[in-house]
């Protein structure tokens, strides 16, 4: 990764629409700067979106940012992300705007998950917030699947799913369930289900949709007593019963998210049954 290059200018730099050989590059600027997504998240994201990258004079990535279609309403944008050694220089804005104008020239609403200092940049932009999210960190400890289900194929969820998500997201969720290591959860009377993925550093819990508290504290629960180690789950804030659970399970809050949407102000699905989401980068 190169740190900067004397007297380049940073927006001189080439773009570069991403594809399956810059994984690797993506990989090491997510890693540097302490994030969780690991090769299969971004292969994921790659194929099912437009990704962007701005290469550095030695050839490696120091920026990215990227947007994921979820058709026919809205779309996610991701992983605008800048080294260290790079930033202020006006490649994530640069980023930003390619990716904002890819998922409005499809005619969908540009969503996207931010933190506090991200907010404050997307709000003059015209980004309105949707719902508080918090990230909650823990520990699994467990090693058995418990008493639930596991999620058969992501045809057994798509249409409670696509009623939560406002969208289509089958491919998405058929990807996640063929992770190697990942515990998928249904509830047996179909009210919901759970999904997670190993990250670089902990397991990713989420989604969680369910279509009411009971169903969703049974889910979080079985996941719990059915991973190991480190793991990590983004709550929206109005789900105080699941935040309850968490904290008896020693889980500690993290940092805040604040959902936002270009000129909207709600979600297009219905948020009630969405008790976690899968992670900002996915939505």
Same mark, same amino acid.
């Given at each position: 990764m190169a740190a900067t290059?004397?007297?380049?200018?940073?927006?001189?730099?080439?773009?570069v629409e991403l594809c399956?050989?810059?994984?690797? #590059?993506?990989?090491?600027?997510?890693?540097?700067?302490?994030?969780?997504?690991?090769?299969?998240?971004?292969?994921?994201?790659?194929?099912?979106?437009?990704?962007?990258?701005?290469?550095?004079?030695?050839?490696?990535?120091?920026?990215?940012?990227?947007?994921?279609?979820?058709?026919?309403?809205?779309?996610?944008?991701?992983?605008?992300?800048?080294?260290?050694?790079?930033?202020?220089?006006?490649? #994530?804005?640069?980023?930003?705007?390619r990716v904002v104008d890819e998922l409005r020239e499809r005619g969908l609403v540009p969503f996207l998950d931010a933190t506090p200092a991200g907010r404050a940049l997307y709000e003059p932009l015209g980004f309105r917030a949707v719902e508080p999210i918090t990230r909650w960190r823990g520990a699994g400890h467990g090693g058995n699947g418990g008493s639930l289900p596991q999620v058969p194929e992501a045809a057994a969820i798509a249409e409670l799913d696509r009623a939560a998500f406002g969208a289509d997201r089958s491919a998405i969720l058929a990807d996640l369930l063929a992770r190697?290591?990942?515990?998928?959860?249904?509830?047996?009377?179909?009210?919901?289900?759970?999904?997670?993925?190993?990250?670089?550093?902990?397991?990713?819990? #989420?989604?969680?949709?369910a279509s009411g508290e009971c169903a969703a504290l049974d889910l979080v629960a079985g996941a719990l007593d059915g991973i190991a180690g480190p793991a990590l789950i983004d709550v929206p804030d109005r789900e105080d019963g699941l935040s309850d659970l968490l904290r008896e399970r020693g889980f500690e809050p993290e940092r805040p998210f604040t959902r936002m949407a270009l000129g909207r102000d709600t979600a297009f699905g219905e948020q009630a049954l969405v008790r976690a989401i899968a992670g900002p980068e996915l939505g």
């Open positions: 290059e004397g007297d380049v200018s940073a927006l001189d730099l080439p773009v399956e050989r810059h994984v690797a #590059g993506a990989l090491d600027l997510s890693r540097a700067a302490g994030w969780n997504q690991t090769a299969a998240d971004w292969l994921l994201m790659i194929r099912c979106g437009r990704a962007f990258g701005v290469a550095a004079p030695d050839g490696g990535l120091v920026a990215t940012a990227l947007a994921l279609p979820y058709p026919p309403g809205f779309g996610w944008v991701s992983m605008v992300l800048v080294h260290a050694a790079w930033q202020r220089r006006g490649l #994530g804005t640069l980023l930003l705007s190697e290591g990942a515990l998928s959860l249904i509830d047996p009377g179909g009210r919901g289900f759970l999904l997670t993925r190993p990250g670089r550093a902990a397991t990713q819990l #989420g989604p969680v949709v």
